[in-house]
């Protein structure tokens, strides 16, 4: 029996348990199909059998019908024929000529009579002069008869025709015939290499079905058909109810399994099986992790509409790749969530900073109250207010979009913490809503930029500053985030996964999030430099129904 279980990876897995040897078929799939082929070919044997006797014997009795009518013919032509039947003795020239005709030509009798029946000739000697035994009534009229009949030697095929003399005046009958037993003798010769034809085919098929059963058998398992249809049934269950995906890749890069899971997660619609893998447009790396030889456990992917997490593992016989087991797991929403919580942890170092600075201020403007300088705590307390809620009402008061505005405020306060000088640009205005983007793409997007950024600008030198533009037009969003680090190299493909200027394992995936989102909107991102890096996101507005 089948039952389904989870791995250590989440993917669903499966083991078959042996059924009971009291549940079993008794006859294996294979021992069925053995003894089915052996019964057709006996079938198509006897058939044949069959058949070719009945053509062998039709064959034999047209033979021996076609030999006796053309030995009658033959003696009734002949000229001593006629002469000796006119003579006060006829059987002392035809007797004599019948035995030698009779003996070249393989026939059992050759009866010379008259017209009434009386023989001139015969095989026994004491017959001659006895009337005939059989019909000679159209032969008599000058026609020909051929018949199977039981005379004096026992059943024959017979023919008799009558002799003419010059005026074409019946003057004689001649009758020549073969036994039936010596035409059965003849059909047993003729059977016995047909015996033996068959003999051989039932001899070479059982073989061949022999070896095709123990084939089947080493590939089955030995499992019965009833059993091996609950197999299959429970694959099918098993393998289109799993939310994994689950594919078989060729080592020719074709398709050979693909469930239902995996063409929601790739975004395939009709079925991929049998298709070619580089038809179904995926990306590079992905279509690379499918043919690779290499097991890999867990490799991040990104396609145009998710995050995939990977598992590949080769299959291999006889020491060479036969192809690839590929498992997809949809790592989005966790990567979605994953985001948030690095945003929300940065968010809460940053109040733990502003809160320790905070601490500092406040020892600070107790200390003037206590040395009795209340005016200059005044002071340094209005300062230190006004600087920080003139950020807070400009960004509050520019980005309607609340997550947006939280994500700029976090962002300025962890850029405080780190040294960089993060500036809102004046013309930032976000006072429509309506756009139709997801405010949790809208984080990934401008939060993935600004990090970039920030980090970026602190290993650039001098001062480290990061300047970000988010604004609404009648086109859409665009959103521009400008550094002072070292800027992008010529031609780096960044918004591909794993591309990063970090040496530290774990990155490269932030821009290839920021693109996967740009893509899914329909948006566009330029790449330039100012100094450093620039990047311009453009989203158009989306459709009432995204």
């Keep these: 029996m089948i039952a389904p279980s989870r791995s250590d990876t989440g993917a669903c897995v499966c083991w078959y348990e042996e059924v009971p040897p009291t549940l079993r078929s008794h006859w294996s799939l294979a021992r069925q199909l053995l003894v089915l082929q052996l019964v057709v070919l006996c079938v198509l044997a006897g058939a044949g059998i069959t058949f070719a006797y009945l053509d062998a014997q039709r064959a034999v009795g047209e033979n021996a019908r076609d030999q006796v009518r053309t030995v009658a013919l033959t003696v009734a032509d002949a000229p001593s024929v006629v002469s000796a039947v006119g003579t006060p003795n006829p059987s002392a020239a035809l007797q004599p000529y019948a035995l030698r005709v009779q003996d070249h030509t393989h026939v059992d009798f050759i009866t010379i ?13 004491a017959l001659i ?4 035994l059989g019909n000679i009534g159209e032969a008599q009229q000058g026609g020909e008869l051929t018949e199977t009949y039981t005379g004096s030697l026992g059943p024959s095929v017979r023919t008799v025709v009558p002799v003419f003399d010059a005026s074409h005046r019946v003057v004689a009958l ?15 010769e003729r059977l016995w290499p047909l015996f033996g034809v068959a003999g051989a085919v039932l001899l070479v098929g059982a073989l061949g079905g022999w070896l095709i059963s123990a084939r089947l058998r080493r590939q089955t398992r030995g499992v019965a058909p009833d059993e091996l249809s609950n197999l299959f049934e429970y694959h099918e269950a098993v393998l289109h109810s799993v939310r994994e995906g689950v594919l078989l890749v060729g080592r020719d890069g074709r398709i050979g399994l693909c469930n239902d899971g995996a063409r929601a997660l790739l975004g395939l619609g009709a079925d991929p099986v049998g298709r070619d893998l580089a038809s179904l447009g995926l990306p590079d790396g992905l279509a690379e992790a499918f043919t690779s030889a290499e097991n890999r456990a867990e490799e991040l992917h990104l396609t145009d509409a998710r995050v995939l997490l990977v598992s590949t593992s080769a299959v291999r016989s ?36 502003q809160a ?26 209005t300062a230190e207010l006004a600087l920080a809620q003139e950020l807070t009402d400009r960004v509050v008061g520019a980005v309607a979009e609340p ?34 983007i997801e405010a949790r793409d809208l984080v990934t997007i401008l939060g993935n930029l600004i990090d970039n950024g920030l980090d970026a600008a602190v290993r650039g030198g001098g001062k480290p500053a990061v300047v970000v533009t988010a604004r609404t037009d009648d086109d859409g969003l665009l959103l521009r985030v400008a550094d ?28 290839a999030l920021v693109g996967q989102a740009v893509r899914r909107y329909g948006g566009t ?10 990047f311009t996101v453009r989203l158009p507005r989306q459709e009432a129904d995204r």
């Design 113 to 125: 009579m008259s017209p009434a029946g009386i023989r001139y000739t015969h095989p026994t000697p």
């Design 129 to 132: 002069g006895q009337h005939y």
């Design 174 to 188: 001649v009758a020549v015939g073969i036994k039936v037993a010596a035409i059965s003798a003849e059909l047993r």
């Design 318 to 353: 006889g020491g060479r790749a036969q192809g690839t087991v590929v498992v997809l797991r949809d790592h989005t929403e966790l990567q979605t969530l994953t985001g948030e919580l690095t945003t929300a942890r940065g968010l809460a170092e940053a109040l733990r900073s």
């Design 356 to 381: 320790h600075e905070a601490a500092n201020r406040l020892h600070t403007v107790v200390s003037l109250v206590e040395i009795g300088k209340p005016e200059q705590a005044v002071e340094f307390a």
């Design 403 to 436: 997550v947006l505005a939280a994500l700029l405020l976090g962002k300025a306060a962890e850029a405080s913490e780190r040294g960089v000088e993060l500036t809102v640009t004046p013309d930032t205005v976000i006072d429509d809503v309506s756009l139709g």
């Design 484 to 511: 002072t680090g070292p800027g992008v190299p010529e031609g780096a493909d960044v918004f591909r996964r794993g591309w990063s200027t970090k040496a530290e394992d774990g990155h490269g995936l932030g821009l």
């Design 525 to 534: 991102v330029d790449v330039g430099r100012d100094g450093g890096a620039v």
